[in-house]
């Protein structure tokens, strides 16, 4: 909400009175001094008044008729105004309140997260699964971790590189079907983790010092975060997909790459200006100012160790205060397996998830209540774990009790809302709520 003021018009008007003798003579004069104003004020209304087409009588209301300050001196619309000492009305200070009005109306969202491939080959056991339990929003890949634009959208440089694969080949009709069953669409734009352009325009890329690609751990080349043309690149995707009908973007890998040898990595001179941080936030908000008044909300995934960690927030480029000051849902990964061993003082996270989601959440609030009341704040939407991690020495089994341990820890916190990621979109419904 704006509040503007309007400017102070008060005047101080102060009257003098004088007692006259009441005989005629001073009758007289008072009643040729009465037509004399009349008739002044009458010649004033009348240049005051503007005649236009038609013949309507139109006040003209973008001049004040009794400005006679020196600039408007030779201004033929500005006609003077006697002075004179009958008080008008006086207008008191009005303090106008203007408020904007938000279109977009918000989903408390309990999703899963579902591929390009997934929502085509599995499209009816995926919408059971909505159908039959609190699941209520779907975040479907538009733009994916190779770089590639899943349906056929009308976007210059995706075209240019050949980056569209049409993967749903019925776009239109997919987000017709989620609307009629009442199912959040949320389109997930990978940002700058992009091999495919990476690899189609090197000026883009990120560098080493000798000129040559960086490659992360994987050999995947990653884009520049300081590249402006990214960010018109990644805004027309975005765009793209908010005008087929998905009613929120998020943005994943919205950070740099983690990978060996990042830190000898060359990003161009505007990195000796500004950090990773910086530079993250203000694409941040660049994509919030621009995709907010096409009626979409906007999100982004962040780490969930930045919440408390400033090293990993550097790195990575990611604060989270920051970041949410300018989304509209912050939804960090807090995976009970990505936690180190004793991280929160819990020995091992990924056995105890309720635990270490409620411990990391109440971060998160502790963390958040930096910014002050009044100013935007995004709204918590965090991502839970729905796979097993097998690669970690002290795991198990994730199934249903583990799925709904987390989302326990996370109203006991306060929070609301959440997502489920499963890469290969294979669910534990046993362990969510039937409809």
């Given at each position: 909400m704006r509040r503007r003021k309007k400017s102070d018009m008060y005047i101080d008007y102060r009257k003098s009175y004088r007692r006259r003798g009441r005989n005629r003579n001073s009758t007289l004069i008072g009643i040729i001094t009465v037509l004399i104003l009349a008739t002044v004020f009458g010649i004033g209304t009348y240049y005051a008044i503007r005649i236009e087409a038609g013949g309507e009588y139109r006040l003209n209301k973008n001049r004040d008729i009794s400005d006679n300050s020196e600039e408007n001196a030779d201004d033929p619309n500005i006609i003077p105004t006697p002075q004179v000492t009958v008080a008008p009305t006086v207008e008191p200070e009005v303090e106008q309140i203007i408020e904007e009005v938000d279109p977009r109306v918000p989903v408390r969202a309990r999703g899963i997260y579902v591929t390009s491939r997934a929502i085509m080959d599995r499209r009816d056991e995926l919408i059971e699964i909505a159908d039959?339990?609190?699941?209520?929003?779907?975040?479907?890949?538009?733009?994916?971790?190779?770089?590639?634009?899943?349906?056929?959208?009308?976007s210059e440089m995706a075209r240019n590189i050949g980056a569209t694969t049409n993967t749903i080949s019925d776009i239109a009709d997919l987000l017709k079907l989620l609307k009629e069953k009442e199912i959040y669409p949320i389109a997930r734009i990978v940002a700058f983790k992009d091999p495919y352009l990476a690899e189609q325009r090197h000026d883009l890329a990120i560098k080493n010092k000798d000129g040559s690609l960086y490659r992360d751990n994987n050999g995947e080349c990653w884009i520049n975060p300081y590249e402006k043309e990214v960010w018109d690149y990644l805004i027309e995707v975005s765009t793209k997909a908010a005008e087929v009908g998905f009613m929120e973007i998020q943005f994943d890998y919205i950070r740099f790459s983690t990978g060996k040898g990042m830190s000898e990595a060359y990003f161009g001179p505007l990195a000796e200006e500004k950090s990773k941080e910086d530079i993250i936030i203000e694409f941040t908000k660049y994509a919030y100012e621009k995709l907010k008044p096409l009626?979409?909300?906007?999100?982004?995934?962040?780490?969930?160790?930045?919440?408390?960690?400033?090293?990993?927030?550097?790195?990575?480029?990611?604060?989270?205060?920051?970041?949410?000051?300018?989304?509209d849902y912050i939804c960090p990964m807090i995976y009970p397996s990505h936690f180190a061993e004793g991280n929160y003082g819990v020995e091992y996270p990924d056995l105890e998830p309720y635990k270490i989601v409620r411990k990391v959440l109440t971060a998160s609030r502790n963390k958040l209540d930096d910014i002050p009341e009044g100013e935007h704040r995004a709204i918590v939407r965090p991502w839970l774990q729905d796979f097993t991690a097998t690669w970690i020495k002290n795991?198990?089994?994730?199934?249903?009790?583990?799925v709904r341990e987390q989302i326990v820890g996370v109203y006991g916190v306060g929070y609301r809302e959440w997502l489920?990621?499963?890469?290969?979109?294979?669910y534990s419904v046993d362990g969510l709520y039937s409809d």
């Open positions: 039959t339990t609190e699941i209520n929003t779907m975040v479907i890949d538009v733009k994916d971790d190779n770089g590639r634009i899943t349906f056929n959208m009308d009626g979409v909300f906007v999100s982004a995934d962040v780490y969930g160790t930045i919440i408390s960690s400033d090293i990993d927030a550097g790195l990575v480029g990611q604060n989270y205060v920051e970041l949410a000051k300018h989304l795991y198990q089994v994730y199934g249903g009790l583990q489920l990621w499963n890469a290969s979109c294979n």
